[in-house]
């Protein structure tokens, strides 16, 4: 197991901002690919955004324009900043972390094997 813990989530109004964090382990081999999912209560999980170890990024159509995915590599903490927040927002928000995902699987909840507790984000209108 890999621990991840996920910080940050709260009550927000629409137009505001918020930062996610999620502290992984220091075993960083297995935190190679990580990624943000959120999930509304009986809906699917979806993929919001994705890292891998070069840097590059992945979004939901969502997501672009208005979230932002890094990763402090020293510390292994993985944040999402997130601008422009709307009402359809609102979910339960997840950190993952995988060894290896493929290319097309970036963004597909399958592909991760470590997942945290998660973090609900809450926007009102």
């Known amino acids: 197991q890999v621990p991840l813990v996920e910080v940050g989530g709260g009550a927000v109004q629409a137009s505001g901002s918020l930062r996610l964090s999620c502290t992984a382990s220091q075993d960083t081999s297995s935190t190679e690919y990580m990624a943000w999912f959120r999930q509304v209560l009986g809906t699917e999980l979806e993929g919001v955004a994705s890292i891998d170890p070069y840097g590059n990024t992945d979004y939901a159509d969502s997501a672009k324009g208005r979230f932002t995915i890094f990763k402090d590599r020293m510390k292994n903490i993985l944040y999402l900043q997130m601008n422009s927040v709307v009402p359809e927002d609102t979910a339960m928000y997840y950190c993952?972390?995988?060894?290896?995902?493929?290319?097309?699987?970036?963004?597909?909840?399958?592909?991760?094997?470590?997942w945290g507790q998660g973090t609900q984000v809450d926007v009102s209108s």
């Open positions: 993952a972390a995988a060894r290896s995902v493929s290319r097309e699987g970036r963004l597909r909840a399958s592909q991760y094997q470590y």
